[in-house]
């Protein structure tokens, strides 16, 4: 990328994203990765290409160079070689068949178990096992995945990060042998992309972005304004008309309201509790 393109590339992303325009120094340091993050998109469907062991590996140190809350280091990865494995993961979930198709499969582990062992080794007491040490270690997974998608993309990759497997975190974690205090966090598809995806626009910053103090300020009329510019981009298919009926106009928020007006892993608070982190 010239300098000239990276700073057209985030002009034209983050116009897209949210829908107003930013000035952009054509001279600032890193600008060709800041047009990568401007302009990422989720990739769902990959070339038959394999991605070399060491590339992969190298990408996972990168991601485990993420920030990590005081140096404690509670996330893992685990990269689902085994074909059977990742079949089994992948019948589980047949609604979304790039988790079978992608090149590479990975799941993000929040670990509570390091610590309260390494407590026992140093004979010390662990008086923290509380709802705080389940929050670092997600905390920790989010980062090491977010950090892998951005090495990831960085050498022309693409990913899908897939929480879906929680809605089996039971099964998904008896295949892949976790131990107590050890849970997924979400599952990552990883390839060479097949085609170029598209840039999904995001809430405005007017919405996200704050000074001082949280300001929602006219909330019903930027989700409004939001739905409308979004909708203009790109239309959504309705999201179960047969239970929810014909919108006059349907946009994300709709979408969004269908989508959380149906439970949804109801029992994964049990299910974590059961894998032995206290939740208080
Ligand atoms: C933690 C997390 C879990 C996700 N889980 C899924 C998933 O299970 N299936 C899926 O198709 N996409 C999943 N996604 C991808 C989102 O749908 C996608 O990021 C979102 O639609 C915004 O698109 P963008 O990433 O291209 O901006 C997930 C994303 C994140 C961050």
Redesign the pocket.
């Known amino acids: 990328m010239t300098q000239q393109n990276s700073a057209d590339i985030i002009r034209e992303a983050l116009a897209l994203r949210f829908g107003e325009s930013f000035a952009i120094d054509e001279t600032l340091p890193g600008i060709d990765e800041i047009a990568r993050i401007a302009s ?3 990739h ?1 469907r990959y070339l038959d290409r394999s991605v070399e062991p060491a590339l992969l590996r190298l990408l996972c140190a990168c991601a485990l160079s993420a920030p990590t809350k005081s140096d404690l280091q509670q996330a893992d990865i685990i990269s689902v070689n085994d074909a059977d494995k990742r079949r089994a993961i992948a019948d589980l979930i047949p609604d ?1 068949p ?1 988790i079978r198709s992608a090149p590479i499969f990975l799941v993000f582990l929040a670990n509570g178990r390091r610590l309260p062992e390494i407590a026992k080794l140093r004979a010390k007491p662990f008086p923290n096992d509380h709802l705080d040490l389940f929050f670092n270690a997600t905390v920790d997974a ?1 980062l090491v ?1 977010a950090t892998f998608t951005r090495a990831a993309e960085a050498v022309g990759l693409g990913c ?6 929680r809605d089996h975190a039971a099964r998904v974690s008896e295949l892949l042998a976790l131990p107590p205090r050890v849970v997924p ?3 990552l598809c990883v390839g060479w992309p097949a085609e170029p ?4 626009p ?1 809430l405005p910053l007017a919405s996200t972005l704050h000074q001082d103090r949280y300001d929602e300020g006219d909330l019903a009329g930027r989700i409004d304004a939001y739905d409308r510019r979004r909708a203009a981009i790109h239309s959504y298919r309705p999201r179960d008309p047969a239970r929810w009926g014909a919108a006059s106009f349907y946009g994300w928020s709709e979408d969004k309201a269908r989508q959380y007006g149906v439970p949804q892993r109801a029992d994964f608070g049990a299910f974590v509790r059961k894998q032995g982190f206290c939740l208080d």
């Open positions: 990422r998109r989720v769902r979304q790039f989010a995945l899908c990060p897939i929480s879906v497997i966090v979400a599952g995806g598209h840039i999904s995001r």
